[in-house]
T-cell receptor, first 111, second 113 residues
């Protein structure tokens, strides 16, 4: 079975901190995604990567950056955390033109 | 502008009856559609997909119908079970170029015993 692992289930960070969310997949998928889920807003794409070192902005990239140095790992970086970035963050991976597999999610609270 | 719309935030049905969840899309380039199910505090799990060359795909109790001319798809669950209670997301991707998955806002399904 495909496994997508997010480094933390729950995180609490202070405003202004730099935050790293890590995601690892074990199926050699080309594509990796970071979404955030907020009540009433569904899943919104933050960033998408289709290959190592390749990335594309999603719908809400402001305040975030990403890194993909190895095919299996995709990191989301909050440069300076703010309270409006409190959310559930979901990482996913997919083969080319295939269905996406999601990690368990990271519930981030910024105080 | 929302490219994938799920206009019903919630749906309640009785156990054993049919659940019908709807999804509309605006981007005519979308050619691959998926449904995901999500429980609280978990990641979404894949349910079923359909390519634009088909108008129906079935997997057990789940059937997805695609009406390309209306840019509409629906998920039918028959018979509905209490364990089906979850949030259901519709997603779509476009051929060529980026393979980003675009999601709707979700519909919360409650199946009452």
């Amino acid at each position: 079975d495909v496994k997508v692992t997010q480094s933390s289930r729950y995180l609490v960070k202070r405003t202004g901190e730099k935050v790293f969310l890590e995601c690892v997949q074990d199926m050699d998928h080309e594509n990796m995604f970071w979404y955030r889920q907020d009540p009433g807003l569904g899943l919104r794409l933050i960033y998408f990567s289709y290959d190592v070192k390749m990335k594309e902005k999603g719908d809400i990239p402001e305040g975030y950056s990403v890194s993909r140095e190895k095919k299996e790992r995709f990191s989301l970086i909050l440069e300076s955390a703010s309270t409006n970035q409190t959310s559930m963050y979901l990482c996913a991976s997919s083969p080319s033109r295939g269905r996406a597999f999601f990690g368990q999610g990271t519930r981030l609270t910024v105080v | 502008d929302q490219q994938v719309k799920q206009n019903s935030p919630s749906l309640s049905v009785q156990e054993g009856r049919i659940s019908i969840l709807n999804c509309d899309y605006t981007n005519s380039m979308f050619d691959y559609f998926l449904w995901y199910k999500k429980y609280p505090a978990e990641g979404p799990t894949f349910l079923i997909s359909i390519s634009s060359i088909k108008d129906k795909n079935e997997d057990g109790r789940f059937t997805v119908f695609l009406n390309k001319s209306a840019k509409h798809l629906s998920l039918h669950i028959v018979p509905s079970q209490p364990g089906d209670s979850a949030v259901y997301f519709c997603a779509a991707s476009a051929q060529g170029g980026s393979e980003k998955l675009v999601f709707g806002k979700g519909t919360k399904l409650t199946v009452n015993p």
